[in-house]
Each structure stands twice: as C-alpha cells, then as structure tokens.
C-alpha cells in the first residue's frame, strides 16, 4: 500500500487536535465558531473521513506511477526510432534548485500549484516542518 493508513490516521489527528484547540480559545460569545469548530472535529473523528484520505492518496500515487510508466514507454519507441526524448527517469525523485525554489515559494505564499509535490514520507515530513517555520514568518511579512 502506497499511502499509509496509520500515517494518515496520525496526520488527521494533527489536525483534529488543533480545531480542538481554536474551540478551546474561541470566545463563549462566538457560537458560530464553536459549532463549525465542533463540525470539523466530528467530521475528523469518523474512520471514514481517513478512508477517503487515504483512497484520495492512493488514486494520486497511482497516477503519478501510471504517468511515469507512459512517459518513459514513450521515450523508449522515440530512441528505438532513433529520437532523441528527453530523460524522465528522474524528474519526479531528484528536483532541480529551481524545482525546489518553485515548491517552496508556492508553499510559502500558500498558492500550492501542484506542480511538484512530494510522494514520500520523508518528503511530506519535511513539508510540514517547512510550513512550520514558513507560517510565522510569512505572518510577520504581512
């Protein structure tokens, strides 16, 4: 299995846990905070909601393996016709600086594109502590 269910079961209570908190430090006043807060608390509670988490990530890294397999079959008939093709054997594993100035911008302003993301574990991980840092930063430049 591509997409870990424990792994996205443990990402999802990240996120449980910090509505948990804004409800926490919403005002008694603000009932309408309280219930949407309370809303996405329910819905992240239920194993579904990491069910379709999880079928979501699945269905991404199968595409993202399907589209490898068919650009490299391509280039593959281009060099036996005797074509130059460009090499996609790496283009999804080892990005360029400017690949990773492009993501990390994309993260930074909070665009998000798509373009380039990372599939691994180590890659996810290293997005969040990214985002981690970026977020106060990026507050104080506002």
Known sequence: VLVKHQMIKTMVEVVKDEFLRVKEDLDKDDATGRELADTFIKLLSEEDTVSVFQKSGEEHMK????????KEQKCMMKRSEGKPCEDWSHWDTHWSFSHSLHFTSTVFTTTGYGAKTPITTGGKLATIVLIIIQIPFFLHCL
């Open 63 to 70: 595409k993202v393996v399907d589209d490898r397999k068919e």
